[in-house]
């Protein structure tokens, strides 16, 4: 049996989205799994009330505070301690529950997680890390932003953490991890990636595919891309948009009928980023999974499927075993 | 009447599409355009000789030597003073033309250009500057990929060189400029971001729009975003490859009346970034237009124009007056 407790107060279209994302997962993932609805138990009954009859793995903790989407993260977490951010990550805490979904205030939720259940021995800083579609095959792209100025010791951090997050959620016992940088050779890029790269190959961790460019991102040649919290958000955000311009582009040009096709449908289901909701912060005690402030339902239910799957296979365990049994480059 | 030099020995597909651009160019751009290919002169007339005859505005430099696409930028330039890339920017530094184009080694033709021609006084580092298309209107990005471990200076610096191009090839009188940073706040991102965001701010000589995010850069919200070259090209390779994604997955997925609809052929022109081609290098006394190695003869025409539109405008004596005459935030 797996708790997953989920934010629902956080988001652009909370507590609606989150109570629906909740349903709809409640449909799909095994019966083991409850759900643990946090936020104004009041505003959550209504909206539950408005899908019927409340399936029983679905419960209530209230938590009456919200933390706002554009609050400062330490001074929202330390003054709203009924937030749902914070009881929710306390839930966790106390073992009431393995895993936190959000859709809220992500530096709070990075704070709050940090703060609140640590930090596995040996993971200098946490980092957010994204799965992103490719021709081939998922990748996983950290830091997508939870860091910045990240010192060549703390990308290989990241790799490790990536490493374990895709022998295990993506069932591949061997990953590849990529240094992303500017250019193929071992003395091309700035300063951090270029000690890096020797630190990379000497590592004894994962497999080193080398330097990958911007252009090898969205080609699945590695399983995982590491990079810096300021370039990963970068190429997040730029893909995200991406997704939508060239959406409106064929909205605007192509007749109804291509639009409606198949094909289409999956060019647009593929073109979604947003949608693939569910970004898991590695190298925190537990499992905390954060989703864009955008998420619609079918975003939140793909994170709570992406928080059972991170327990159901011990992904925090194993993040452990592999800083404190296993060494740390350092 | 102007005269442009154009590296027919430079580029993945030489001398076929250099040669093939230059032919291209010439029954597009006014009569009092001049080009000039250089490169080894056998080759180049073996190549032009199967176009027919050869108009009489097109010439030839002989330069033997030529720079492969992954040699040492300074040693190669040192070594083979009779390349291409040396003898173009030779023959612009002397006058005999006024601008010089390559899809070459991009390192030798930045270090060739900033040896031979030299930079603006005020002028920290040159950058490269890309035009992306975007829903709205086209936006300058820079650094592309000169510089990495950008200063906030330097950053200042990438700003008023944009400005400046903006002003003489968009024709926008009064551009706003971007800062490529992971929030809009003053206070988020790196080191150096944060810093910059505060000298934009300061500057007297361009609208700040500030702080911009990745998913901004396409809606063409600003008319030049700013950023470190390690951020650029990673930018950049990843819309271009974004761009043969789709393509690719598009070809595959809709049946070959719908690719063939001039709506479609819309849509992948849009998406062919490659084609944009011609990055100028600014801050070098003088044109050089960097164009992907990869540079199709479309690209290398493309390119061609952009080279003569910035020494008709006078965009060179414009930074000039930008750095010197209107002094620079040091």
């Given amino acids: 049996m797996a708790r997953i407790a989920?934010?629902?107060?956080?988001?652009?279209?909370?507590?609606?989205?989150?109570?629906?994302?909740?349903?709809e997962a409640a449909q799909n993932l095994p019966e083991?799994?409850?759900?643990?609805?946090?936020?104004?138990?009041?505003?959550?009954?209504?909206?539950?009330?408005?899908h019927g009859p409340t399936p029983s793995r679905i419960s209530i903790v209230d938590a009456p505070q919200k933390i706002a989407m554009d609050e400062k993260p330490l001074t929202a977490i330390r003054s709203k301690r009924k937030s749902s951010i914070v009881v929710g990550l306390d839930l966790q805490k106390s073992g009431e529950v393995e895993a936190f979904v959000s859709?809220?205030?992500?530096?709070?939720?990075?704070?709050?997680?940090?703060?609140?259940?640590?930090?596995?021995?040996g993971v200098r800083r946490p980092a957010i890390a994204t799965v992103l579609p490719?021709?081939?095959?998922?990748?996983?792209?950290?830091?997508?932003?939870?860091?910045?100025?990240?010192?060549?010791?703390?990308?290989?951090?990241?790799?490790?953490?990536?490493?374990?997050?895709?022998r295990d959620v993506f069932e591949r016992p061997d990953p590849v991890v990529g240094l992303l940088n500017i250019g193929e050779e071992a003395e091309k890029g700035?300063?951090?990636?270029?000690?890096?790269?020797?630190?990379?190959?000497?590592?004894?961790?994962?497999?080193?595919?080398?330097?990958?460019?911007?252009g090898d991102v969205l080609t699945g040649s590695c399983d995982v891309v590491v990079c810096d919290g300021f370039v990963g958000n970068i190429v997040l955000k730029l893909l995200?948009?991406?997704?939508?311009?060239?959406?409106a582009m064929f909205r605007k040009s192509l007749d109804a009928k291509v639009l409606e096709s198949g094909e289409m449908r999956g060019i647009f289901k593929f073109l979604d980023y947003s949608s693939y909701?569910?970004?898991?912060?590695?190298?925190?005690?537990?499992?905390t999974i954060i989703c864009h402030g955008k998420s619609s339902s079918k975003a939140i239910a793909n994170a709570l499927r992406v928080a059972l799957r991170?327990?159901?296979?011990?992904?925090?365990?194993?993040?452990?075993?592999?800083?404190?049994?296993?060494?740390?480059?350092?």
């Fill in 310 to 330: 991170s327990v159901d296979v011990c992904l925090s365990q194993h993040i452990h075993d592999e800083f404190v049994e296993n060494g740390v480059v350092a």
């Fill in 277 to 287: 909701g569910g970004a898991p912060l590695l190298g925190v005690r537990g499992v």
């Fill in 103 to 121: 859709a809220g205030n992500t530096g709070a939720v990075m704070a709050a997680s940090t703060l609140s259940l640590g930090l596995h021995n």
């Fill in 6 to 23: 989920l934010d629902a107060s956080g988001g652009d279209h909370a507590p609606v989205e989150p109570v629906a994302g909740a349903l």
């Fill in 240 to 247: 995200e948009s991406v997704g939508r311009t060239f959406t």
């Fill in 190 to 214: 700035n300063a951090a990636t270029k000690e890096a790269h020797g630190l990379f190959t000497d590592n004894q961790h994962f497999a080193f595919a080398g330097n990958v460019e911007g």
């Fill in 32 to 50: 083991s799994c409850e759900i643990v609805l946090v936020g104004s138990r009041a505003e959550i009954e209504s909206e539950l009330a408005k």
């Fill in 134 to 166: 490719t021709m081939r095959q998922h990748v996983l792209l950290l830091d997508a932003g939870a860091n910045v100025d990240c010192s060549p010791k703390e990308l290989v951090g990241f790799a490790q953490l990536g490493a374990v997050f895709a």
